[in-house]
């Protein structure tokens, strides 16, 4: 018998998703003849191809930026408009600030349109990317001789001073450093900056966080996290060693060895932003803006161990000093007590629930009383509040009249440092436990977000919308 070789010609294999689409096509075909028999144009299923409706689903996606309609998709792409006034200011933002803001949404739709013609090699990220990424930087002023704009006149540095109330004299010192950012996020619902034991600070600019060294002022490192992260929403380091957690705008909470610079895990389950971080020995919890926070076993392969729920964003985390509660700051108002259960579920009860007029973001446990917790108020309440979470009761709650977005304890000299916003954009002191001003640290023009404390006590790290950082010296 023998065997005859011919060539053929090479056979296409269809994929499942094709052949998929063929079927969907004839069942609509042969549906659309029957209701259209007076018709004479009867539809072909056979010209449409999937590889046709393909193309088209990703031209007209490269039409326009993309819109997140749902939680679920909020987790691949974030809305441009939303990012920046919406969930940027919610119920709590400055005038100045959100028309500052209106101008640079303008500007940055004009600047990310498309260049026709161009191919992308993965489209629908790479306009994604295009319309939201901001790598951000972060640069020390060189005072007279800076080129950062509104800083080479020298005016702006001699804006920055501590100014003290004393009934012997009105003392006045400028920042030990200014620092000028990029990419800085202008929203209040974010937390971006920490302070590590081993001197370290860290803050996030756009997708990339930079690691300033607190005692070589002049070393500065910056790790990014790549396309595959619009921004970094918030970072917390450990209590002991060099380890940084960092959640990010798709829901995911990263481990990085800032030393090495290499990501040490990916801890997956959040569908949306993750705005807020907090340690608690190997136990590490993240709030996300659909209410829920996840507790992570860092040493686990099934890192998540727990789940608490919330009906609105979580904007603030915070383990008390002895690790026995965790606080709880919500976008509706509501601070909860929870207990060390890493176990929780949905039938777990808060210790405490305290309804607050807005919401409740800058929040900081007294590190040497446990059962005192201080929160600073909104926009719309504008104070300053001591509690006893032991009784959910208020101890003191002196008003500010402005929108406090970060808050400190001082250990040392036994006083409260608040970041707030108009009409000043100043950091109050705060004496404790009579609650009296002793101190303002004036020269932000816009709203000072975040505050960092030293590790030693004795110095500050605050942040302002307007894209200025300073070191002060408080004690």
């Known amino acids: 018998m023998e065997w005859k070789l011919e060539r053929s010609a090479p056979r296409k294999v269809r994929t499942q998703e094709e052949m998929l689409w063929e079927n969907v096509m004839r069942v609509f075909a042969r549906d659309l003849k029957q209701r259209s028999q ?237 705005g807020a971080l907090s340690w608690n020995c190997c136990l590490l919890s993240s709030g996300s803006r659909l209410g829920r926070v996840y507790h992570h076993d860092v040493r686990a392969a099934q890192h998540h161990v727990g789940t608490l729920h919330h009906k ?27 207990p060390h259960d890493p176990g929780a579920n949905a039938q777990s009860q808060p210790l405490q629930v305290i309804p607050q007029t807005t919401a409740v973001k800058a929040m900081n446990w007294c590190p040497w009383q446990s059962a005192v917790l201080a929160v600073g108020g909104g926009l719309k309440d504008g104070h300053l509040h001591v509690f006893d979470v032991n009784t959910g009761k208020s101890i003191q709650s002196p008003n500010t009249n402005s929108q406090i977005g970060s808050l400190l304890w001082l250990p040392k000299t036994k006083e409260i440092v608040t970041g707030q916003g108009t009409p000043k954009n100043m950091v109050t002191v705060w004496t404790y436990p009579d609650l009296t001003r002793s101190g303002e640290f004036l020269g932000h023009r816009g709203r000072v977000l975040h505050l960092a404390l030293s590790p030693d006590y004795t110095r500050i790290f605050s942040a302002a919308s307007d894209g200025t950082a300073c070191v002060w010296k408080c004690c």
Not at 317 to 333: A, I
Request: aromatic share 8%; hydrophobic share 40%; proline share 2%.
């Open 38 to 274: 007076a018709s004479s144009k009867v539809f072909d299923g056979v010209t449409v191809t999937y590889s046709d409706f393909k193309r088209n689903f990703v031209k007209r996606l490269s039409a326009a930026v993309p819109v997140a309609s749902s939680p679920v998709t909020t987790r691949w792409q974030q809305s441009l408009t939303k990012d920046l006034t919406a969930d940027s200011f919610g119920e709590d933002y400055s005038r100045t600030d959100l028309a500052e803001c209106g101008s640079v949404l303008r500007m940055t739709l004009e600047k990310e349109t498309l260049i026709p013609g161009k191919k992308y090699l993965n489209q629908p990220l790479a306009i994604q990317k295009r319309a939201h990424q901001d790598n951000g930087e972060m640069l020390i002023c060189a005072q007279s001789r800076c080129v950062w704009k509104g800083c080479g006149d020298g005016v702006r540095d001699e804006a920055f001073h501590l100014k003290k109330f004393s009934d012997i004299d009105d003392s006045m010192h400028l920042p030990e450093l200014m620092f000028h950012l990029s990419g800085l996020r202008n929203d209040f619902y974010l937390n971006i900056l920490d302070w590590s034991f081993q001197n370290l600070v860290a803050i996030a600019l756009g997708s990339s966080v930079y690691i300033w060294n607190g005692e070589n002022s002049n070393e500065m490192e910056n790790i990014d996290l790549g396309l595959a992260c619009n921004y970094v929403s918030s970072v917390s380091w450990v209590k002991e060693g060099t380890c940084l957690a960092v959640g990010t705008s798709e829901g995911e909470v990263q481990l990085w060895d800032v030393v090495t610079k290499k990501q040490l895990r990916k801890m997956l389950g959040h569908l949306s932003v993750v």
């Open 312 to 338: 609105q964003a979580v904007c603030a985390l915070k383990w008390s000093p002895d690790g026995k509660q965790l606080s709880c700051g919500c976008s509706d108002g509501v601070l909860t007590i929870w």
